[in-house]
């Protein structure tokens, strides 16, 4: 790859004066200024915000009406065209208060309307947008049994959007230009240095420094997973450094423009690129098939524009036909000749993104020592029917229903979708347990139970009210030495609890220890550094195995101190 960087660029939109002095400064780039200076089309006359709301409200109540004829696939088409139309206006949607409340409003109705059998809470709150057609109100309909309220995290997106760099940063020397020119020639695509570029990397040595650890840490899960995918469909690797900036490696990632999920994508273009969007299931937040829409959707994205990666990743960020419009104006196809005319967070978004491609591929020459990524996630799959219970399928993997919700973030009840078999993640090893035991017909009506060591089936059939024959036909061939779990039916158990009788041995519970969490620090990690199993310590901190811990957090260990390979 070969990357040049003019170190004069006079008549250069972005670049006003270029003086060759050891210092730049991107006080003379226009962009740098926050645009404000620049007039973009949010501040248009109001008359045109009122005609595109009119437009974006007509497509939606012609899907409304194709939905009540029963025509899902032209409802679908009509409610994708009120979204693109806000979207592909070339208003910044942050930018317009009017704009932001309608389109917030908008995505709210479009999902009631195809997903009815939610219920939404009512907030008390009258400050938070809540869609209602107070021209045709209905009543709600009931929630439905099982619906539990999915934990989202703020998109990184919503800062970016406000980020300005400051004056230091924004001071380039020629010291600074010839190590971008440097670094570029490691980076598996083509694109054009700017200055820009090295006021991001500045950014994330600064006050963004936590920012980049954190994501140099996190990526450690998702990269080898996204670098297989990317590579599949023909993307540059390198790329995948783009789902750092859209939702900091955070699998509920969610922005004020509804975007969700690692690769923020938006109701529409996730229904585009095949993402189930369901009262049971929302794919825009899963791992494998997020991944690949995201690297199917760059690569059309890049096949638009030639090739043009800074295009192409800026046309992910604020959509194709926004940088259609940019480049008609501009008369030409360059990122950096097109930065006038496009919204600020796209403008940051772009350099931002090449700024932590330089810096992951060579951390430590940019200040980043020491950090280590969280090692790859590893889960086995397993095929579960219709409706199957979370609680179940952690009970039968020996886990917890936190650990199997981390596992399969797509999914938004405690069951999995109606209608179809389900392909859910488990911890690594134990796809051949208890779930295996369990017949597909009885997945529905069966759960899991404890046993204490020394039981025996007439004991277990005592304190939960069932017969031993129950016992043996959901649990045949197993030996109760070799097991603490039991299959019983999910209705009418008493669990009561076992009590020893006197003069039996009593069992010594194990004595526990206590350490504290490091900055950085998983459950796995401090279980390699103690020499015991992951999954046993993650189920006894109740805590996933791969979750970041905070520093000083206490994690119980099993039996007395023991000594650390900790340094």
Not at 108 to 119: C, F, G, K, M, T
Not at 173 to 195: I, M, R, S, Y
Not at 313 to 331: P, S
């Amino acid at each position: 790859m070969s990357a040049s960087f003019p170190r004069l660029m006079p008549r250069v939109a972005l670049l006003a004066a270029l003086v060759a002095t050891p210092v730049i400064s991107f006080a003379q780039i226009p962009a740098a200024s926050s645009a404000r200076s620049i007039p973009n089309e949010v501040e248009q006359a109001d008359a045109r915000i009122t005609r595109l709301i009119a437009k974006a409200e007509d497509h939606f109540k012609k899907g409304k009406l194709n939905l009540e004829d029963s025509k899902r696939e032209q409802a679908r088409d009509e409610f994708d065209k009120a979204v693109d139309t806000i979207l592909e206006s070339g208003f910044d949607v942050r930018a317009s208060q009017k704009v932001q409340v309608f389109y917030l409003e908008l995505v709210e109705r479009i999902y009631r309307e195809e997903v009815p059998l939610q219920a939404p809470a009512v907030p008390n709150n009258s400050a938070v947008l809540v869609a209602q057609n107070t021209q045709d109100p209905k009543p709600v309909p009931p929630s439905i049994v099982g619906f539990r309220d999915q934990k989202f995290e703020p998109s990184p997106l919503d800062e970016l959007s406000k980020l300005v760099l400051t004056r230091e940063e924004t001071e380039v020397t020629d010291a600074d230009v010839k190590a971008l020119e440097d670094a570029a020639g490691n980076v598996n695509f083509a694109f054009t240095l700017n200055p820009l570029i090295q006021g991001y990397i500045k950014y994330y040595q600064g006050r963004g420094r936590s920012t980049m650890e954190n994501g140099l840490r996190k990526s450690g899960r998702y990269m080898k997973l996204a670098r297989t995918i990317f590579a599949q469909e023909g993307v540059p690797a390198d790329v995948t450094w783009l789902g750092q900036v859209e939702s900091a490696w955070k699998e509920k990632a969610y922005s004020s423009a509804a975007a969700s999920g690692l690769w923020q994508f938006i109701p529409g273009t996730g229904r585009a690129y095949g993402l189930k969007q369901t009262a049971y299931i929302d794919e825009r937040n899963s791992f494998e098939q997020a991944t690949r829409a995201s690297a199917r959707h760059l690569k059309d994205l890049a096949k638009r524009y030639n090739g043009n990666w800074e295009l192409a990743m800026g046309a992910y960020n604020t959509g194709a036909g926004n940088i259609d419009r940019a480049i008609a104006r501009a008369g030409t196809a360059n990122f950096w000749m097109i930065y006038p005319y496009i919204a600020q967070e796209t403008r940051n978004y772009v350099p931002n993104i090449l700024a932590v491609i330089l810096i992951a591929k060579n951390p430590e020459k940019y200040g980043f020592k020491g950090i280590k990524p969280e090692p790859p996630m590893v889960y086995d799959i397993v095929q579960v029917p219709t409706v199957t219970s979370l609680q179940l399928i952690a009970d039968a993997s020996d886990t917890t229903v936190d650990h199997i919700r981390s596992l399969n973030p797509e999914l938004k009840r405690d069951t999995t979708p109606r209608g179809d078999a389900y392909n859910v993640r488990i911890p690594a090893g134990r796809a051949n347990s208890l779930l295996k035991r369990i017949s597909p017909d009885k997945r529905e009506t069966a759960r899991v139970i404890s046993v204490a060591p020394g039981e025996d089936l007439q004991n277990v059939a005592g304190r939960t009210g069932l017969s031993v024959a129950q016992l043996q036909a959901m649990n045949a061939g197993v030996d109760l030495k070799s097991t603490t779990k039991l299959v019983v039916p999910n209705s009418n158990v008493k669990l009561t609890r076992w009590v020893r009788a006197k003069g039996e041995a009593e069992t010594t519970t194990p004595a526990l220890s206590r350490t504290k969490a490091r900055k950085g620090d998983t459950i796995r990690k401090i279980a390699g550094a103690h020499n015991l199993d992951a999954n046993d310590l993650a189920r006894l901190n109740g805590i996933p195995a791969d979750s970041e811990l905070r520093a000083g957090q206490e994690v119980k260990l099993p039996g007395a101190p023991a000594p650390s390979r900790r340094r």
